[in-house]
């Protein structure tokens, strides 16, 4: 399986992997890597099982026949974090405003994840929704800087910048204790996060391995599997970070 | 004030002293040769002049200054100087190269160091390989080449250690000449290092005995070879004949040496009692068959032990209660017939004693 | 195997349509790379001569250390520069952090021992006396270390080679501290790192067969340099 990083770095495949394993006595790998890259190890029959946010491309690797299905198992969201003396004053506004005062009045820098992972994903749509062209955003100052890299090494230097940036809920509570960073924008539908699992299409992949891929799926749309996700990190963190949906496309 | 003095100088290598308390003073425009044998610590004392080793004691003066005073001194000081190495090395580049790197360490270029490197080049006759890499040349044209960028520079100090030690004869005189040649051209001063006591004579006007890290003696060419200090030194500048005894009578300067029964007269300031040598060279002893009333005031029978011809001269071993060896001409030589077992007069004069202390 | 067809295809492509944003990319490889690797020449080879022709206690230990650090993965420097960078870092009042100085920096750090340790052993060929020659010839002490390092100029020029070639080949520094932002600190390894992670393997091959031809042209290069 590979899964995006998110999934990972937050601990949340660690937690669910033996139980898994456990269960169906089998042994899961799972790959560590961007929306992007999962969605490529897909079509190449890499694996068998993708855990990926990128709700439009995953629509398009289902259309185009190397997924059986979507499958949304939870969500959270994400937030636009920021240093504390907010610089660009993007406090209470929301994602698309935010992103047009960057744009327009300047006063901060942004650190993009540029790496085409489904956080990338989101905020390209955010600057579509606020206006903007990706297109001319790349090149509009030196503000805008494109760190093409994870989301842990990207809410680093922003911290180092004292930048802006886009991150997931899960990755930032993790990271916090070694930023500079609070969130300054986390209310607004478009921020909403979605995590589904997709099985890759039996066309790329052998027949047994289908078979297990359907099990997981059963595994993490279980009741019992969904309460552990809706309780998972609340302790460590004071906070949920994913809120089950098992199967349905949250509103 | 000497141009380079070395003030109780000493060097050690590691625990062991190789140079022990030299006091050398070479004037402005001599050349001195400092003779020795193999080991005497001649290279490490030239090393020291050159500035490329710092000593373990002792100071160096150079034109009245303390080459010690710092760093920029030194360099200062040595880019006055040049040395040869005994077993010179060249550089991996063109000949040309070799004898332009000491100018252009000066920051001499252009059509100055073109002219300066191609007259040089022309004097040691080398011309013709200018382009060569130096690395590609026979020994004696590396030997070359290292005078040649040494005097490139025109040092006001030369320093030439073994110039002629490692070569085959024909490059060994055709490296004294230019040696030669330098001395005669320019005002350079020179200090040499040989174990050829014959060529420190030829070059020298002055020389310094060295044996065992020590500066034994120094002096005019002749005063050294006549009139050595001690018995090492004697017998390291070619006196052969070294004879102990102790002086029995001293009247006027003129003492007798008992010597086993055997007495020499001598001219010497040593008084009676004094152990000594008697040093006589071989050259100024004279052979004949019979007894021969001459000037000489000393004379003694004994019997002939061994003949060698050398060129012109032949050299002959004789018995006269004491080993003797005495120079004859070829000629006079083969007159008297001189063969092993032979009867002979040996004679030599009061004056041609050289009278040593002994410790 | 396709893939590698079509990657040398559009490397191909994207060397001859002179992509501006793949020339830029290999530019500042080249550019920070070819700083690194003759700022650490400029302090390596001298210091190659001090260590090889000087005696001092603890020269053995001492090229054995920089014999180890030969191997020092770029990683563990690049955590060291990061530290000593960043915002809490003690030089972080520098903010030097994500610049190519810092890259520039690191990958000295990273090339440093193999300069000197190359160095080191390519002196170990120059007889002594070549160094006294030149003294007693007037040279000061940093024309003799040239005289020397010129006698060994074939062995140097390859030190300086590899420690180039570690140099524009490492991923580790460029990335910790450079941070790979597109049009600042992006290089190619940088970029094939981010490409393959987005998907995108030819284009990641095409940068790899670029970075393998500039590394073969510089050593064609180097190697016409020697000949002369």
């Known amino acids: 399986m590979a899964t995006t990083t998110s999934l990972y770095d937050t601990g949340l495949w660690g937690y669910l992997e033996p139980r898994f394993e456990e269960k169906y006595n089998v042994e899961l790998d799972v790959i560590y890597a961007g929306t992007g890259k999962a969605l490529e190890y897909g079509r190449r029959g890499d694996v068998a099982i993708i855990t990926v946010h990128s709700k439009a491309r995953e629509e398009q690797f289902v259309a185009e026949g190397y997924g059986v299905a979507r499958m949304p198992f939870a969500y959270n969201y994400f937030l636009i974090v920021g240093p504390e003396a907010d610089p660009a004053g993007l406090k209470g506004l929301n994602p698309e405003e935010a992103f047009q005062k960057l744009m327009e009045t300047g006063g901060g820098s942004f650190v993009s994840r540029g790496d085409d992972s489904g956080t990338h994903s989101k905020e390209k749509s955010i600057w579509k929704n606020a206006g903007y062209a990706y297109e001319e955003v790349q090149p509009a100052g030196s503000w805008y800087i494109e760190a093409g890299t994870g989301m842990g090494p990207t809410l680093m230097m922003a911290s180092e910048k004292q930048a802006y940036t886009l991150t997931d809920l899960g990755t930032f509570l993790i990271y916090r204790g070694k930023l500079e960073l609070v969130p300054v924008v986390d209310k607004g539908d478009i921020l909403l996060n979605v995590y589904s699992a997709i099985v890759v299409s039996p066309e790329v992949i052998p027949e047994a391995k289908i078979e297990m891929a359907n099990n997981l799926i059963d595994f993490l749309t279980s009741p019992e599997i969904q309460e552990l996700i809706s309780n998972y990190g609340v302790e460590e963190y004071g906070r949920q970070l994913f809120i089950p949906c098992a199967g349905a496309e949250p509103k | 004030m000497p141009f380079i003095e070395t003030v109780n100088l000493g060097q050690k290598y590691g625990e062991r002293d190789i140079l022990k308390n030299i006091n050398l003073r070479v004037e402005r425009g001599e050349v001195f040769a400092l003779i020795g044998p193999t080991g005497a610590g001649k290279t490490t004392l030239l090393r020291l002049i050159d500035l490329i080793d710092m000593p373990a004691t002792g100071k160096i003066y150079f034109d009245g200054v303390d080459t010690a005073e710092s760093a920029k001194v030194r360099l200062a000081t040595r880019r006055r100087m040049a040395f040869v190495l005994q077993k010179p090395v060249v550089f991996n580049r063109s000949v040309y190269d070799n004898v332009a790197c000491g100018l252009r360490w000066r920051g001499m270029k252009g059509s100055d160091l073109r002219t300066r490197v191609d007259g040089i080049l022309e004097m040691v006759g080398l011309s013709a390989d200018k382009s060569r890499n130096a690395r590609t040349l026979s020994g004696g044209e590396v030997q070359r080449v290292a005078i040649a960028r040494a005097i490139a520079v025109e040092p006001e100090v030369l320093l030439l250690d073994e110039p002629t030690a490692n070569l085959d004869p024909v490059s060994a005189s055709r490296i004294e000449e230019l040696v030669t040649s330098i001395i005669r051209h320019y005002t350079t001063t020179i200090i040499m290092a040989t174990h050829d006591m014959s060529q420190g004579q030829r070059l020298a006007d002055r020389l310094g005995v060295m044996m065992s890290g020590e500066l034994l003696q120094t002096g005019d060419t002749r005063d050294v070879f006549t009139l050595p200090r001690n018995r090492e030194v004697a017998e390291f500048v070619g006196v052969e004949n070294v004879i102990d005894g102790v002086v029995v009578s001293s009247e006027d300067r003129v003492v007798t040496i008992d010597s086993g029964g055997r007495f020499i007269e001598a001219i010497s300031d040593h008084a009676v009692g004094v152990e000594v040598s008697a040093c006589v060279r071989p050259e100024d002893i004279t052979l004949a068959l019979s007894r021969v009333s001459s000037s000489a005031r ?48 040996a004679a030599f004069k009061a004056t041609g004693v050289h009278v040593i202390k002994r410790n | 195997m396709i893939e590698l067809w079509h990657g040398l295809t559009r490397a191909i492509e994207l060397i001859v349509t002179l992509d501006p944003e793949v020339m830029e990319i290999a530019g500042r490889s080249l550019q920070i790379s070819v700083t690194s690797a003759l700022l650490a020449s400029a302090i390596c080879l001298p210091l190659g001569v001090l260590i090889h022709f000087r005696r001092f206690p603890g020269k053995r230990v001492l090229v054995s250390l920089i014999q180890t650090f030969f191997s020092i993965p770029t990683v563990a420097i690049g955590l060291f520069v990061f530290v000593l960078f960043s915002r809490a870092g003690p030089l972080g009042g520098l903010d030097l952090m994500f610049t190519p100085l810092v890259m520039v920096l690191g990958q000295m750090i990273l090339i440093t021992p193999i300069l000197l340790g190359l160095t080191i052993a390519a002196l170990s060929g120059v007889d002594k006396a070549i160094l006294d020659t030149a003294r007693s010839l007037g040279a000061s002490g940093f024309q003799a270390a040239v005289v020397a390092l010129r006698e060994a100029r074939f062995a140097v020029m390859a030190a300086v080679i590899m420690g180039f070639g570690r140099a524009i080949s490492e991923v580790g520094i460029a990335l910790m501290v450079g941070g790979n932002i597109r049009g600042f600190t992006r290089v190619i390894t940088t970029a094939i790192s981010l490409e393959t992670s987005r998907g995108d393997l030819e284009l990641s091959l095409a940068l790899g067969i670029i970075l393998i031809s500039i590394a073969l042209i510089i050593n064609i290069i180097l190697n016409r340099i020697q000949q002369r």
């Open chain 2, 298 to 345: 000393n004379s003694f029978d004994g019997e002939v032990r061994w003949v060698v011809s050398m060129g012109p001269f032949t050299r002959v071993e004789i018995d006269c209660g004491f080993p003797l060896v005495a120079l004859v001409t070829r000629k006079s030589a083969g007159e008297m017939g001189l063969a092993k077992g032979q009867k002979v007069f």
